[in-house]
Nanobody
Framework: QVQLSESGGGLVQAGGSLRLSCGAS????????MAWYRQAPGNERELVAS???????NYVDTVKGRFTISRDYAKNTVHLQMNSLKPEDTAVYYC????????????????WGQGTQVTVSS
């Protein structure tokens, strides 16, 4: 199977920065998409940023210009650099990947991390 390990969440003042990291481990054959989602209290989970194998990136409008998603291919890791943080960014952030395994290299499945709390104070 595939496991995702997230780190980097915490408490920061408005205007500050955090860097989230998510490492994928297990019998991975190929990762096609890596993404970050977030869910704030009372809200539905939303896609924050994604990066595909061709290195194309997408961001939700509210974080464009402030957040940057990147991949480290050697470590099967995705990062989310979050700058100029706002209280509205407060949420649980979830790592998500689309990947195939050595057991079945042609079958791509979505995997989720456990989530990491990001709290931005005003």
């Amino acid at each position: 199977q595939v496991q995702l390990s997230e780190s980097g969440g915490g408490l920061v003042q408005a205007g500050g920065s955090l860097r989230l990291s998510c490492g994928a481990s297990g019998s991975i054959f190929r990762i096609s998409v890596m993404a970050w989602y977030r869910q704030a209290p009372g809200n539905e989970r939303e896609l924050v940023a994604s990066i595909t194998r061709p290195q194309s990136t997408n961001y939700v409008d509210t974080v464009k210009g402030r957040f940057t998603i990147s991949r480290d291919y050697a470590k099967n890791t995705v990062h989310l650099q979050m700058n100029s943080l706002k209280p509205e960014d407060t949420a649980v952030y979830y790592c998500n990947i689309e990947a195939s395994t050595l057991r079945n290299p042609l079958l791509y499945v979505n995997y989720w991390g456990q989530g990491t709390q990001v709290t931005v104070s005003s």
